[in-house]
């Protein structure tokens, strides 16, 4: 898995290329995409990419798995799939981040905060 992820950490820009390359040829041979489609594929590839990088650091970004929730449902939205409202993207989004959380925490630990002494004025 780890050679994976080096692999696809150094070579994003010929991933994306890849994926845009597929787009051009498979509109050339008539698939009918909008551009709206098209770009949430696109920006939805770059995501993914994204989370798997992330995936391969340490601390874990939680920040790349919400994008790449958000990209599926900008996608999801782009090409009209019936009942996705922003009631649910708001509840899915939730669940992630809430998700997430119980992921980085078992990672984590606390630290006793140090304490701060008081400067005393003089007179």
Same mark, same amino acid.
């Given at each position: ?12 820009p ?47 970004? /939680? &920040?790349?798995?919400?994008? %790449? $929730?958000? =990209?599926?449902?900008? !996608? #999801? +939205?782009?090409?009209? *799939?019936?009942? @996705?409202?922003?009631?649910? /993207? &708001?509840s899915?989004?939730? %669940? $992630?981040? =809430?998700?997430?959380? !119980? #992921? +980085?925490?078992?990672? *984590?630990?606390? @630290?006793?905060?140090k304490? /701060? ?7």
């Amino acid at each position: 898995m780890s050679a994976v992820i080096s692999w696809i950490k150094t070579e994003l820009p010929l991933i994306s290329s890849l994926v845009q390359a597929a787009l051009a040829i498979a509109l050339a041979m008539g698939v009918t995409l909008t551009a709206g489609q098209t770009g949430a594929i696109e920006a939805t590839v770059a995501a993914v990419l994204a989370l798997v990088v992330a995936f391969g650091t340490m601390p874990f970004q /939680v &920040s790349a798995l919400t994008g %790449v $929730v958000q =990209a599926i449902i900008v !996608l #999801l +939205v782009a090409f009209k *799939v019936h009942g @996705v409202t922003e009631g649910l /993207v &708001s509840s899915v989004n939730a %669940v $992630v981040v =809430a998700l997430a959380a !119980l #992921l +980085v925490r078992v990672h *984590v630990s606390p @630290v006793a905060s140090k304490a /701060v002494p008081v400067a005393v004025p003089r007179p």
